[in-house]
C-alpha cells in the first residue's frame, strides 16, 4: 500500500464517519431529503463566496455555504408556510432553482476558475492527497484530511455538548419546546452543521455521494437497533466499512472512488435490508411463515374443542375430514398435526384426532381471545 | 449570420447579454438549426415532464422525479456496455429499467421496513447513482472510446441535441402522452381516492406501476437536455405553478404542460442570446420564474390576491367596528347627535390604529358627522346601517330605543319593531 493510498482511505474513513453522525438525525427527523437538497444549494454558497474573498481554498467559502445551506431550509419552510405548495414540492422547486443560479454564475463569469461542475457533483478523493497542508514550509499531510477532520471533531463536540437537546427535539418535538429547548434553534443548528459537512465533503466525494454517506449507513443501523447511542455507533461503524470496502473495489476496478464508496454504504443496507433480525426481510418472511403455522394449529385444535364430546365428532375429528371443513389441502393438514402433535396439542387415536389438556386449554384461550 | 455561440460548448468565456432583435430571433428560431432542434427539444420535454409532473405534485412524489433521474444513470452505462451502441431509444430504454428498478426498491423500502420514503428516496437516489459512476468510470478506462459524451446524459447538454434526438423524444413522449389520455380516469382515480377505484374493481397496484413507469419515461425523455439534477426541476415547477390556478385535474395538466413548453422554449432561446447561461438551468430558472409568478399571482389563491383580500375584509370589520361602537355609545346618551371623541373610539377598537381612517370613510358615506373637536356622531344614515349590521352579525340588539324614539321611525325592515 503505497502513501496515497493510505491517505486517500484515511480522508475517505474521516469523511464518511463525519457525514454518518449527523446524518442518523437526518434520518431520524425524516429530512434526509434535506441532506440532498443542502448537497446541491451550498455550490451557490461556494460561488458567493468566491466572488467576494476571490479565493477558493478560504474558510470564509464554507461560512458561505453554510448560510445558504440555513437559507435553502429557510426558504423551503417558507413556501411550505404559504400552504399553496407540499413539503416535497417545495424541496423540488428551490434546491434545482439556486442550484442552476449557481451554475449560470460559474459558467458567467467564473470561467477562469478551476470551479468545475461535473467535480462539484462527482468528486474526486484520488487527487485530495495531491493538496498538501504545508504551513510553515513543512508538509503535514493533504489539506482534505486536515479539513475533514476538523469538521468531524466539530460534529463530535457539537452532538456530545447537544446531546440531550438533540435527542429530545428528534423524538418528541413537543416535549422540547415545552421544556424550553428552542427546537427551532437545534433544527437551523443542525442544518449549519449538515451544510459545513456537505462543504467539507463535496471536494471529495461530491453532492451527490455525501448524500449516501448521510443516508445509507444510518438507516441500516436504524433496522438494527432502537437505541440512539447505538444506532449512532452503528452508522460509524458501517460508514468506515463502506469507505474502506469502497476504496478497495475502486482499486480493484480502477472506477470511481466516491462511486464504489456509495454502492458499497447501499450493499450493506441491502444485507442489512434482507437479514436484520428484527426489521429484516428474510426475519419478517420467517415470522410470517411462523405466524400462518401457529394460526392452523389453533385452527385445528379449535375446530377439535367444538366438536369434542359431540356425536358427530366420531366423523369430524379425522385428519381426511379437515379437508372438508378447513378447506385445507391433505399434505398441509398432515403437515398441521403433526406440528401439533409435536406441540403435545392432539394426539392420534385409532384414526381420529383428540385433544389433550394442554390443546383444549390453547383452545379454550384462543376462543376467548 | 454570425455562427452561434452556445454556451453549452463555450462554457468559460465572459459574455455579454445582445440586444434583442426579434425579427432576428424569429428567423433563428424557424431557420437556425441548432436553436430550433434545442428549442424544439426543451418544448418536447416541458410538455411531457409537465403532464406527467401533474400527477407527481399531487400525489406528494415530487421527489421521486429527483430519485429516479439519479437512478437512470447506471442504466444508461450498462445498456451502452451490453449493446456498445449509443443510439437514444437504447439508452433511454437503460435509463428506464433503471430508473423502474429504483422505484420498485424504493416501494419495497417503505413498505416493508420501517424506512419513512425521505430516507428511502436518499438512498436510493445516491447509491444508484454512485454505482452509475462506478460503471461510468469503469467503462471509460476500457480501450473501447467511444462512450464519450456519455456522461452528458447526466449533466444535460442541450446544445448538443441532434434532430434524431428531438425525434425520439417527441416519439417517445407521444407515446407517453397517448396512454396517459387513455388511462386518463383510472390515473384520476389513482390520484384521488384510490381505495375507491380499487372498490370499484379497478387494479390499482397496476395503474400505480404504470403511473410510475410514464413518469420514469418522462424524466429519461428529458435526461439528455437538461441532465440528472434540473430534470427534477421540471418535473415539479410547471405542475406546481399549474396548481395554483386550478382545481381541475384536466386543466391542471393541460396547463402544466404549457408551462413547461413555456419555460422549454424560453429557457433555450434565453441561453441562445446570453453568454454563460447554459441551457439547462435556463430553462430550470425561467420555470421557477414561472412558479414564483403563479404563487404570487395566481387568480384564486395567489398570495398578492389574497393580501388584498385579507386587508379588504379587515378595513371592512374596522370600519363596521367604528360604526357599531358609535352605535354603542349613541344608545348609552339621551342625545344621538352627542359627539364622541376620537380617543374612545380607539380605546374601543380591538385593532391598533385605522379608527381615523374608517371615521373618513363612514363621512364619505354620510353615516357619521363630525359635531365639534374631533367629536364623532352618527347620522341617522348611520343609525339604521350600524343596525343592520348588528342585525346580520346576529348580536343581541343593544339596549337602544331611545335612538329610534328620537332620531324617526323604523324604516322597513332596518329598525327593530318595538
Known amino acids: 500500500m503505497s502513501g496515497f493510498q493510505i491517505e486517500i482511505q484515511l480522508i475517505a474513513l474521516v469523511t464518511a464517519i463525519a457525514c454518518a453522525l449527523p446524518g442518523a438525525f437526518l434520518v431520524l427527523r425524516r429530512m434526509a431529503m434535506m441532506s440532498d437538497a443542502i448537497s446541491h444549494t451550498v455550490l451557490l454558497g461556494i460561488v458567493a463566496g468566491f466572488f467576494i474573498v476571490e479565493d477558493l481554498s478560504s474558510p470564509w467559502l464554507i461560512f458561505g455555504a453554510a448560510v445558504v445551506g440555513v437559507l435553502t431550509v429557510s426558504l423551503v419552510a417558507l413556501l411550505q408556510r404559504t400552504r399553496l405548495v407540499k413539503e416535497d414540492a417545495a424541496i423540488g422547486l428551490v434546491f434545482p432553482a439556486l442550484f442552476s443560479i449557481a451554475v449560470i454564475l460559474i459558467t458567467r463569469y467564473a470561467g477562469s476558475v478551476h470551479l468545475d461542475i461535473d467535480a462539484v457533483l462527482i468528486g474526486e478523493i484520488a487527487f485530495a492527497p495531491f493538496d498538501r497542508f504545508a504551513p510553515f514550509g513543512t508538509d503535514i499531510g493533504p489539506r482534505g484530511l486536515y479539513v475533514m477532520g476538523g469538521i468531524l471533531l466539530l460534529n463530535l463536540t457539537l452532538i456530545i455538548l447537544f446531546y440531550k437537546e438533540l435527542k429530545i427535539s428528534t423524538f418528541d418535538p413537543g416535549l422540547a419546546a415545552t421544556l424550553g429547548f428552542a427546537p427551532a434553534l437545534i433544527h437551523y443548528g443542525l442544518m449549519s452543521v449538515v451544510s459545513v459537512t456537505v462543504v467539507g465533503a463535496f471536494d471529495i466525494v461530491g453532492s451527490i455521494l455525501v448524500v449516501a454517506l448521510m443516508v445509507a449507513p444510518p438507516i441500516s443501523a436504524y433496522l438494527l437497533t432502537d437505541h440512539l447511542p447505538r444506532m449512532l455507533g452503528l452508522s460509524v461503524i458501517f460508514g468506515a466499512l463502506s469507505a474502506l470496502s469502497g476504496f478497495w473495489l475502486a482499486t480493484l476496478l480502477d472506477a470511481s472512488i466516491a462511486g464504489s464508496m456509495a454502492s458499497m454504504a447501499g450493499l450493506i443496507f441491502a444485507l442489512v435490508f434482507l437479514f436484520a433480525p428484527d426489521h429484516g426481510l428474510v426475519a419478517a418472511a420467517r415470522r410470517r411463515e411462523r405466524q400462518r403455522w401457529i394460526f392452523a394449529q389453533s385452527m385445528l385444535v379449535i375446530h377439535l374443542f367444538n366438536h369434542e364430546g359431540l356425536p358427530e365428532a366420531d366423523q369430524e375429528n379425522r385428519v381426511e375430514h379437515l379437508h372438508d371443513h378447513l378447506r385445507w389441502h391433505p399434505g398441509f393438514a398432515d403437515r398441521v398435526v403433526r406440528k401439533a402433535e409435536e406441540r403435545n396439542w392432539v394426539i392420534r387415536l385409532n384414526g381420529r384426532l383428540a385433544l389433550t389438556q394442554p390443546g383444549r386449554e390453547h383452545a379454550r384461550q384462543a376462543i376467548i381471545r | ?418
Open chain 2, 1 to 418: 449570420m454570425p455562427a452561434r455561440r452556445f454556451p453549452g460548448i463555450h462554457p468559460f468565456r465572459h459574455g455579454k447579454v445582445e440586444p434583442v432583435d426579434l425579427i432576428a430571433l424569429f428567423n433563428e428560431l424557424f431557420f437556425d438549426y441548432t436553436l430550433r432542434t434545442v428549442a424544439m427539444g426543451a418544448a418536447v420535454l416541458g410538455i411531457v415532464s409537465g403532464a406527467l409532473g401533474s400527477f407527481a405534485v399531487l400525489r406528494k412524489q415530487s421527489l421521486l422525479g429527483d430519485a429516479m433521474s439519479h437512478a437512470a444513470l447506471p442504466g444508461v452505462v450498462l445498456a451502452f456496455l451490453l449493446t456498445r451502441s449509443k443510439a437514444p431509444l437504447v439508452l433511454v430504454l437503460g435509463a428506464l429499467i433503471a430508473g423502474w428498478l429504483a422505484t420498485l426498491w424504493l416501494m419495497n423500502i417503505v413498505n416493508r421496513t420501517r424506512i419513512k420514503e425521505d430516507s428511502a428516496l436518499a438512498l436510493v437516489l445516491s447509491v444508484f447513482f454512485g454505482f452509475g459512476l462506478v460503471l461510468l468510470t469503469y467503462t471509460q478506462r476500457l480501450p473501447d472510446a467511444r462512450q464519450a459524451g456519455l456522461d452528458q446524459f447526466l449533466f444535460g447538454q442541450a446544445a448538443a441535441l441532434l434532430q434524431r434526438d428531438v425525434v425520439t423524444m417527441a416519439i417517445l413522449s407521444t407515446l407517453a402522452l397517448t396512454l396517459l389520455a387513455v388511462f386518463w380516469k383510472e390515473f384520476k382515480l389513482l390520484s384521488f381516492d384510490r381505495e375507491f377505484g380499487a372498490s370499484l374493481g379497478f387494479p390499482m397496484g397496476v395503474l400505480d406501476i404504470l403511473l410510475t413507469t410514464l413518469l420514469v419515461l418522462a424524466i429519461v425523455i428529458g435526461l439528455q437536455a437538461v441532465g440528472v439534477v434540473l430534470m427534477s426541476a421540471m418535473v415539479v415547477a410547471p405542475a406546481a405553478a399549474a396548481r395554483q390556478w386550478t382545481d381541475r385535474l384536466g386543466v391542471m395538466v393541460v396547463l402544466s404542460a404549457i408551462f413547461g413548453a413555456a419555460a422549454g422554449v424560453s429557457g433555450a432561446v434565453i441561453s441562445s442570446l446570453a453568454q454563460g447561461f447554459s441551457t439547462g438551468p435556463t430553462v430550470v430558472l425561467a420555470a421557477s420564474a414561472i412558479v414564483v409568478i403563479s404563487i404570487l399571482f395566481a387568480s384564486n389563491r395567489g398570495l398578492v390576491w389574497n393580501w388584498v383580500r385579507h386587508q379588504r375584509s379587515r378595513r371592512r370589520l374596522q370600519l363596521e367596528n367604528v360604526l357599531t361602537n358609535l352605535h354603542l355609545l349613541a344608545s348609552q346618551h339621551a342625545d344621538a347627535t352627542h359627539g364622541h371623541s376620537i380617543e374612545v373610539l380607539r380605546a374601543m377598537s380591538a385593532q391598533r390604529g385605522g379608527v381615523a381612517r374608517s371615521l373618513a370613510v363612514l363621512k364619505e358615506r354620510g353615516w357619521v358627522e363630525n359635531v365639534g373637536d374631533n367629536l364623532w356622531a352618527l347620522t341617522s344614515e348611520g343609525i339604521s346601517a350600524a343596525q343592520k349590521v348588528i342585525q346580520e352579525r346576529g348580536f343581541e340588539p343593544l339596549p337602544s330605543s331611545n335612538i329610534d324614539g328620537q332620531s324617526r321611525a323604523p324604516e322597513g325592515d332596518g329598525g327593530r319593531a318595538e
